[in-house]
């Protein structure tokens, strides 16, 4: 008899939904993934949805109402596996970089800025409501990243790696030609590797999208964007806010 597949469910929070689109385009290893798992609510590619339980819970994100704590824990009770995937469930994403401002709302949204869905509070990532058993970076989550994490998780793995060095070290295996010397910056030396340093390679410098390294040198990395980078003083300081606004020292 063949052995049962997966049930796996899709859930997004405060996010563009980027990572769930990314999934939609993943062609082939897909559609082989489908072999093993079976989709019960994915909103951008299904419209049926399920209170059944669940294997595996891919959770988009950030946690950004205190409205949301109830259907973040009712996921979490149907579900034996809970994985914050993209960087908005991971640690609050580039959401996190209004914990920053006071005066963003009105500035982005202009008349509508008192519309009761907008009423949100600080960015956070999933973990800060439920229980979170893994955790894929990235904005957007990376498509080979999210394959090799589900298969582990269907092969019944308990631990998933995530590398803890820097991008600089993907970059240099790459021989990819470093952005502070075509006179540029970049923030490789404090990002979390994971993603191969595409960035650099196609000529752009990585701006951490999957968070920090554990214990990153933000005082080092401040230095070298504004000697090396020559990113003005306060936006070298500022520059690594844009994805891991929770993660830094004054979070
Ligand atoms: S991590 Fe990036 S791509 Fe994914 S939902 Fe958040 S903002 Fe969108
Ligand atoms: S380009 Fe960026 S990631 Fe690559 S070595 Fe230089 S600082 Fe590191
Ligand atoms: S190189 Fe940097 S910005 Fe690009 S995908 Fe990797 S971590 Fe994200």
Redesign the pocket.
Known sequence: MPKPRVKVAWFDFACCEGCQIEMTNFGEPFVQLLQHVEPVEFREAMSEKTTERINVAFVEGSFTREADRARLEEIRTRSDIVVAYGQCAVSGGINALKNHMDDYSEAVYGKDCKRPHLDSQKALPVSAAIKVDYEIP??PM?KAEFIRVVSQLVHGTTRVYQPSYP?CM??KRRETVCRYDDGDHC??QV??????????ADG???????GFVDNPNEAALAKVLHERGGLPKKWADTKSRM?AANQRGDA
Do not use: K, S, T, W
Not at 191 to 200: E, I, L, S, T, V
Not at 204 to 210: G, K, N
């Open positions: 990235g904005c990376d991008v993907e970059c923030l490789g990002a979390r590797a994971g993603c191969g340093a595409p960035c650099p752009i410098p990585c701006e951490a999208c999957r994805f």
